[in-house]
């Protein structure tokens, strides 16, 4: 059957957006981020935030208005947030991210029947493999992160500079829909399995993560991640694993984190 992508409205604009996050049909072998922590890990520091340095990019909607692209968009969203706080140019267009949109999920640009969002494994697996671009900004591989548990979601951040979120929304966060940057979504009822959505970490504070998505930045709260982003909730949470931001790892947690046996569960994959 068909996947119907939802549209929802932005009132104080006139505008429409929409989600496009499917369930995994079959959850591919992962990582956890928690098999590779050391007792002696440094704590992060209390509040982070990557988002400055792409705060143009980030305010870019990459055609999740009018496509359930939500998976592709908040991937290039966490590619160039890798990229310019590596103090790189960020390349990308939004042509490029309904290419990457129609290789992960099936659509053809021009028929609207083959809008049928994608998976956050299924794009995971695409961009490290393949990359954002054909051949170029992959990732060395990715690890799934317990939303349920504050110290890693952060460590999660503060290490690989990324988190990407999998969640089915509850209705109150969208009806209505957010209209600025800093919004706040806490624990609001049940998910809702038509609001299907994914978003980008740029960041955290004291009370949650900051989130990107339909170009504008916000928060979700730790609670609502343990509530939202978890297997029990049907969401899914991720951290991906960007070259220059593992080199930054190894100098944050040398001694915190084990890189080699990482190194070697990846190859194992690969192979």
Not at 194 to 216: A, K, R
Not at 237 to 263: H, P, R
Request: with cysteine; charged share 15%.
């Amino acid at each position: 059957m068909p996947h119907k992508i939802k549209t929802i409205a932005q009132p104080s604009t006139g505008r429409s957006f929409k989600l496009g996050r499917r369930r995994p049909v079959a959850r591919c072998p992962r990582l956890s981020l928690k098999n590779y922590l050391y007792k002696s890990l440094p704590a992060p520091p209390p509040s982070i935030d990557y988002s400055v340095k792409p705060a143009t990019f980030l305010r870019a909607i990459l055609g999740n208005d009018t496509l359930g692209d939500c998976t592709a968009a908040a991937a290039f969203h966490i590619g160039g947030t890798l990229l310019s706080n590596a103090g790189q140019a960020i390349p990308f267009t939004q042509d490029d991210v309904i290419k990457f949109y129609s290789a992960t999920g099936g659509y053809i640009p021009g028929n609207p029947d083959t809008d049928q969002g994608a998976d956050e494994q299924a794009c995971l697996n695409y961009w490290q493999a393949n990359g954002l671009t054909p051949g170029q900004h992959k990732i060395t591989g990715w690890l799934s992160v317990d939303g349920s548990n504050l110290d890693e979601v952060r460590t999660a951040m503060w290490l690989f500079e990324s988190l990407y979120f999998g969640m089915e929304l509850p209705d109150k966060w969208i009806n209505p829909m957010p209209s600025k940057p800093g919004f706040l979504w806490d624990v609001a009822g049940d998910p809702d399995p038509d609001n299907g959505h994914c978003v980008s970490g740029e960041g955290y504070t004291p009370i949650g993560v900051l989130i990107d998505t339909w170009g504008m930045v916000g928060v979700i709260t730790w609670d609502a991640i343990a509530k939202y982003c978890t297997t029990a909730g049907q969401g899914e949470l991720y951290c991906v694993l960007g070259v220059d931001a593992i080199n930054n790892a190894t100098q944050k947690a040398s001694n915190g984190f084990d890189f080699t046996q990482l190194q070697a569960d990846l190859q194992a994959i690969r192979n």
